[in-house]
């Protein structure tokens, strides 16, 4: 049995290495393949070239190495009837709860408007606000969502998701669908986007949604650049309407060298590394998957393509 890896050479390298210690029998290949392409059952995949993943006849199943499938739902040639997996494991999980915790809590404490004082050489007190007097509203409360969102009850936040469907999740207000997302948006101080990308969220991270959070309000992205109109972001701090802004994702990655964002102060940005998959934990998720589909059994965490995650 075979898998080609698709990724960076370093991290291909970790993810052969990883899948040689927890399932010995599965030959890897790293991308670029030169053998015979029938000889691949299973593609493991961040970013693969278009058209690349319908050469290979025989595959099984196609892994996501990320948690968003964006990047395979935009090939046109995605090979009909092999399942796409997406990731779900561990690792990912508590890298996207860190980061969601330090973004809000930059923001909840200031840090992002210190850091400005500080380059002018100022000392002043910005009064503190009680995590208790802040709501923190989740767009998506899928995997990694949920369990940002949830680790931040321990600082006491008031917590609030958005979901397609209707929820019940204790310590949570759940809210689905456009009309709740109105009343959601009315309350949430610190606005955190953890959706896919599809059709439906491309740009729900817009003016009429920033005009609708409380004035001074933050908003978090961590989904994927295609969920923020960047005019519109750009327009709200400016105004006052949003005090802040924390991206992780952005249209054109890298970001081009004269954007706005670079400079802007009430901008603070890293280079999409919100969480990164790591091969050690996340092999194993693949490989139980494997044996599963082996064994006759139903894979688990299928992409449902037509909804587009
Ligand atoms: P899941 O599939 O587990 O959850 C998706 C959530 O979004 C679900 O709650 C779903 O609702 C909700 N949703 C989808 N469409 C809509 C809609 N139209 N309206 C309202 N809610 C909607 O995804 P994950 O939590 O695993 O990942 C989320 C995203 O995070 C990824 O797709 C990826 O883009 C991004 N990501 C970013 C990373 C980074 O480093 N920046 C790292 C990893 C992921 P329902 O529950 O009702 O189905
Ligand atoms: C992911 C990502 O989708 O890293 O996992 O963006």
Known sequence: MALLIKTDIERGNAWAEALASAYPELKTHTWPYKGDPAAIDYALVWMPPEGELKSYPNLKAIFSIGAGIDHLASDPDLPEGVPVVRMVE?????????????????????????????????????????????????????VLGRAALESLGTFGFKLAGWSRTPKSITGISCYHGEEGLREFL????????????????EGILNRDVFAQLPRGAA??????????????????LDSGQLGGATLDVFHEEPLPKDHPFWTHPKVFMTPHIASMTI???ACQAVVANIHRLE?????RHVVDMTRGY
């Open 90 to 142: 561990p690792g990912l999980t508590a890298g996207m709860s860190e980061y969601v915790a330090l973004a809000a809590l930059n923001h909840h404490r200031f840090i992002q408007d210190y850091a400005n004082q500080r380059q002018e050489k100022r000392w002043e007190e910005i009064p503190q606000i009680a995590a208790s007097a802040r709501q923190i509203g989740m767009l998506g409360l899928g």
């Open 186 to 201: 009315a309350e949430t101080d610190i606005l955190v986007c953890l959706l896919p990308l599809t059709p439906e969220t």
């Open 219 to 236: 908003v978090i992205n961590v989904g994927r650049g295609g969920h923020l109109v960047e005019e519109d972001l750009l327009e709200a």
């Open 279 to 281: 091969p050690e934990t």
């Open 295 to 299: 064994a006759g059994e139903p894979l």
